[in-house]
């Protein structure tokens, strides 16, 4: 089946500091990849996408990496903000599956001034 | 602008009662979905329409029912029947293809 890990949070990081939240997944067909991103109280908005091995999604310094042969999509960022303080989303869909999202568990990020 | 309208933002039910929360769209997508969220979880599927008049179960179908009679509306009644209703409900949209899904701001259910 479809299946999304990721690691388990909180993370908590100093203001300034590198980010990287662990993604891996298991996927029948050949996946697209999401990371998500959610402030408090509010629905989830898309941070960034790849749809095949070896791109890179990128937005508002946040980066992930496609690896087939990983079955990884890190996301990783080199200096973190108050403000990037949400719960973070990696996500995969399957064309032969209707493309319907299938979402990790969530990590939730602090990060302190 | 374009988006993904969810509504009310806060909504409260009495035991026994049904409720339905609202979701527009106009961004012209062909998909809308339904997912729950419970506190320091994921997200968990309960419905999903690919085109008008059709609509198929998620994860956890039971205690719900929709429709979708308008490409741009797929309202979600939460029936007496779910017996753990209070959640953070978000509805989403998708063109078909990888595009990823819009989604709304959500609206959170409390049982009183």
């Known amino acids: 089946g479809n299946s999304v890990t990721q690691m388990e949070g909180p993370v908590t990081l100093s203001e300034e500091a590198f980010l990287t939240i662990n993604c891996t997944y298991t996927a029948t067909g050949y996946p697209s990849l999401f990371w998500y991103v959610q402030y408090p109280g509010e629905g989830l908005q898309l941070l960034l996408k790849a749809t095949k091995a070896d791109d890179k999604g990128s937005n508002k310094g946040f980066e992930a990496t496609y690896r087939k042969e990983t079955t990884s999509f890190h996301l990783e960022k080199g200096s973190v903000q108050v403000s990037d303080s949400a719960v973070y989303f990696c996500?995969?869909?399957?064309?032969?599956?209707?493309?319907?999202?299938?979402f990790g568990a969530g990590t939730i990020l602090r990060v302190k001034s | 602008d374009g988006g993904i309208t969810q509504s009310p933002k806060y909504l409260f039910r009495k035991e026994g009662q049904n409720v339905t929360l609202s979701c527009e769209q106009n961004?012209?997508?062909?998909?809308m979905y339904w997912y729950r969220q419970d506190p320091g979880q994921g997200l968990r599927l309960i419905y999903y329409s690919q085109i008008v008049n059709d609509f198929q179960k998620g994860d956890i179908a039971e205690g719900y029912s929709v429709s979708r009679e308008k490409k741009e509306s797929f309202p979600l009644t939460v029936t007496s029947a779910q017996k753990n209703p209070t959640a953070f409900y978000l509805c989403?949209?998708?063109?078909?293809?990888?595009?990823?899904?819009?989604f709304g701001s959500g609206t959170r259910l409390t049982v009183v």
């Open positions: 996500a995969l869909s399957v064309m032969e599956y209707g493309n319907k999202l299938v």
């Open positions: 961004l012209n997508h062909d998909a």
């Open positions: 989403a949209s998708t063109l078909a293809g990888p595009y990823g899904y819009t």
